[in-house]
């Protein structure tokens, strides 16, 4: 699956790589910020990181954080005084930040 580099910084983006997911959430309104905290064993104990949201479908998330983040992931976003499990699709530089692809986790089952 192929993701659009481009970010569409439109609340209702029309062309963007997270348009084709059917809905499971309530809307965000891009530009809010949010925590975003990796849920591997090296950054587990660290507490979330600041982010903002970029870009938003129902299924797909599109933030803007600090540092890397590996594809396949699975991370925590805090939004609202709610979090759900997400799982990275792509992390790509911009300037001094990342932009960081999520996609919501249906389920998350024993390693």
């Known amino acids: 699956m192929s993701h659009n ?8 983006p029309s062309g ?7 809905p499971t959430v309530p ?7 949010a ?7 090296l950054t587990s104990t660290s507490p979330p990181s600041p982010a903002q949201v970029i870009e938003y479908s129902e299924k797909g998330v599109m ?6 983040i590996a594809v396949g992931t699975i991370v925590q976003l805090h939004l609202d005084g709610e979090f759900l499990l997400w ?4 992390c790509i530089p ?8 999520i996609e919501l986790v249906e389920s998350v089952s024993p390693a």
Do not use: I, Q
């Open 27 to 33: 809307s965000v309104t891009v530009d809010r910020f």
């Open 16 to 22: 963007s790589a997270l348009n084709d997911r059917a």
């Open 87 to 90: 799982k990275v699709f792509c």
């Open 5 to 12: 580099r481009d970010m569409n910084t439109n609340p209702h």
């Open 63 to 68: 933030l803007r954080v600090r540092r890397y």
């Open 35 to 41: 925590k975003v905290k990796a849920l591997e064993p």
């Open 94 to 101: 911009k300037g001094n930040s990342f932009y960081l692809g």
